[in-house]
């Protein structure tokens, strides 16, 4: 009974906040329209077992569902904390002394249903890319409902997997953002290699081509925009409806029930103890240390209130910190470099929501406006702090660059540097932007840890 | 009864609170002493909030943090009241009784808002109650159902003069049924309206008396000694 009512209760608030779930619909479009690739493409740009996938409805439904497991359990929490501020939310939990497994069970069936909806702009957004591949074997409705089923077949074991996360990781540190996000991205990571590519097979990897596509062994792979025959005879592909009466079909459609059903059990004993209300603690430890800190950023004025926001509280950071700066430094010029200053920035752009949000909400904004400076100078003062940490951070790739005589990677630098604080600062004014600005961040941090990044020639 | 033996309680290395020891059967007990003189903390582990490192607290013979767990038992209305959200006072309210496991919510909303003048605020948003309004909020889940230990951190804090009144009257009309801890500066209006005062001194009891026992001028020195 809890448990509903706390799930009916999120879903009004995110309604409530119409300015959070159109950012949040925006982001969902975005992603449905970068998943795809570019139909108009002359070139296959993905295979799978070798074959190249081209586009029929069936294999935008799988792109579709597939990347959004891929990627649900970061948009999932993310789109949670924007759509319900779960600071507020936990200090209500906090009074109730309700059962964790109620609460739990609560949060899973809001982030489930975050998730789905995730799931129908990014699929809303697939459409908007590739529609006309719909109607490219004449019969648009029935390529819709190919596309969609197998869309949220797949995509449903991601929103259930976000939902597992959400409930149980934001319900615990929903007071400390930057462990929030740390911890999510650590769990992504996991549940990604463990998971999605180890036994249970979440994407569907091994699932054969030969129950998607029937036709499999002699299908012809040259249909659709590749070779420019829009107008010959679509492969046919089933919709996840039909999956029970083909072999291997009901085994498939069984194993995803089990994960969704396996997810919110999980939740329920993964909840842990009850949650107690919140209070400011005392800190004892540390104090000889943080006094002579604040002591030493006090004389920098705001420059040294921002740096002391960002690293006071992860000391440990610093030092993973100095071991990518040392590493990029080793390394400058190399393609590993980026995946050093990656990881040195990904540890600085975990605070930036934090420090964003005390600018706009708490302590930054009373500890300025006194002053006869007004808001915009701050936010100015503010990004252009940013910006020369982040130069800090990336200056043994600009040396290096540098002397290299490269200006297009000088400038692939330099649009970092000058973005990332703009857009922090900027969506810091929205409620809701900090955790935004917070998943572009982590995704561009994945981009270049993952190496994906790479720097123009030139 | 609420039984309170050699309580001690640290955060890190800083003690909190040290030897305390009282009983509390029924009514009002006012918590009162100076900044940082522990009475948060406190009234965290009465409520079953926070464990004590040493001693014990316990209500009729149990725990507190075991009977928090229990339907009914006991109410807790903290000093956080970071309530920002778009949910109405009365979504709010019925939540709170949904996650307690209480039947009969539109009663017990009904009830609660009427015992503390909260009826036209009921279809308001948290978001947009000040922030006296959020603190009322917060002493109303407190409230709900007939809890036999209600635990209140300065429900008056924040909240006009008349509305201050009013909410020690509903104090005092609890306290004929259940026990009542709450910690206040409201001195005069506890003076007036508590069954007895607990006054703390640097996390120790000073003094547990009648509230006829307190003079203001008596409180407002040992608080401002502590």
């Known amino acids: ?458 | 009864m609420l039984s309170v033996e050699k309580l001690e309680r640290r955060e890190g290395r800083l003690q909190i609170l040290r030897d305390i020891s009282f009983e509390w059967p029924r009514g009002v007990l006012a918590v009162i002493g100076g900044n940082g003189s522990g009475k948060t903390t406190l009234l965290r582990v009465v409520a079953g909030a926070a464990k004590p490192n040493e001693g014990r607290v316990s209500w009729n013979g149990e725990p507190t943090s075991r009977a928090v767990r229990r339907r009914g038992k006991i109410g807790y209305g903290p000093q956080e009241r970071n309530l920002d959200l778009a949910i109405t006072l009365r979504e709010f309210l019925g939540l709170c009784a949904d996650l307690r496991g209480l039947s009969a919510r539109k009663t017990l909303i009904a009830a609660a808002a009427e015992e503390l003048g909260l009826v036209k605020q009921l279809d308001e948003r948290l978001a947009n109650l000040s922030g006296g309004g959020r603190r009322k909020a917060m002493t109303a889940q407190a409230l709900l159902g007939a809890s036999e230990l209600i635990v209140l951190d300065e429900p008056t804090s924040e909240v006009d003069y008349a509305a201050s009144r009013k909410f020690w009257n509903a104090f005092r009309a609890r306290g004929k049924s259940s026990a009542l801890v709450i910690a206040t500066h409201d001195v005069e209006l506890a003076l007036g309206s508590a069954d007895a005062i607990l006054l703390l001194k640097k996390g120790q009891p000073a003094r547990l008396a009648s509230a006829a026992a307190f003079t203001i001028g008596e409180l407002s020195a040992e608080i401002g000694e502590g």
């Open chain 1, 1 to 458: 009974m809890g448990a509903l009512t706390l799930a009916r209760l999120m879903a009004l608030e995110a309604l409530r906040r119409p300015r959070a779930v159109l950012a949040t619909i925006m982001l969902a479009l975005s992603a449905g329209f970068i998943i795809l690739p570019n139909p108009g493409a002359a070139y296959a740009t993905l295979t799978f077992r070798g074959h190249p996938l081209i586009y029929t409805p069936a294999v935008m439904g799988f792109i579709t569902g597939g990347e959004f497991v891929a990627f649900s359990i970061l948009l999932g929490v993310l789109a949670m904390s924007a759509l319900s501020p779960m600071r507020a939310w936990r200090s209500v939990f906090g009074v109730t002394a309700a059962r964790s497994w109620d609460l739990a069970l609560g949060l899973w069936i809001a982030g489930f249903g975050v998730g789905l909806f995730l799931l129908t702009y990014i699929f809303g957004g697939a459409l908007l890319r590739a529609s006309s591949v719909l109607g490219a074997s004449g019969d648009w409705l029935g390529g819709l409902w190919i596309f969609f089923t197998w869309s949220y077949g797949l995509g449903v074991v991601g929103a259930a997997l976000a939902a597992t996360v959400a409930s149980v990781v934001l319900l615990r540190l929903a007071t400390r953002p930057a462990l929030l996000m740390g911890a999510t991205f650590v769990i992504w990571l996991v549940v990604l290699a463990a998971l999605i590519v180890g036994p249970v097979d979440i994407a569907g990897h091994g699932f054969g081509l030969e129950q998607l596509f029937p036709q499999t062994n002699r299908m012809d792979f040259a249909m659709g925009f590749i070779g420019h025959a829009q107008r010959r005879a679509g492969v046919q592909a089933r919709a996840i409806g039909a999956l029970p009466g083909v072999t291997g079909g009901a085994w498939f459609l069984l194993t995803r029930v089990a994960i969704v059903f396996g997810a919110l059990i999980a939740a329920l004993i993964l909840s842990g103890p009850r949650v107690k209300p919140l209070v400011v603690k005392s800190r004892t430890w540390g104090r000889p240390l943080a006094g002579f800190f604040s002591a030493f950023s006090a004389r920098f004025g705001l420059a040294g209130v921002i740096v002391g926001q960002i690293w006071s509280a992860p000391l440990w950071g610093l030092g993973l910190l100095a071991v990518a700066v040392g590493f990029e430094t080793i390394n400058a010029g190399n393609p590993i470099s980026v995946v050093a200053l990656g990881f040195a920035w990904g540890l600085y752009m975990l605070r930036w929501p934090e420090l964003c949000e005390v600018f706009e909400h708490g302590g930054l904004r009373s500890l300025v406006q006194p002053s006869v400076l007004g808001p915009w100078p701050i936010r100015l003062q503010i990004g252009v702090n940013i910006a020369a940490q982040m130069s800090i951070f990336a200056l043994p790739l600009i040396v290096a660059l540098g002397l290299a005589g490269r200006a297009h990677g000088l400038v692939w630098l330099g649009v970092q540097i000058a973005a990332a604080p703009l857009v922090c600062v900027g969506l810091a004014r929205l409620r809701g932007g900090a955790t935004i600005f917070s998943l572009a961040a982590m995704l561009w941090w994945y981009i270049m840890i993952s190496g994906n990044a790479v720097i123009p020639l030139g």
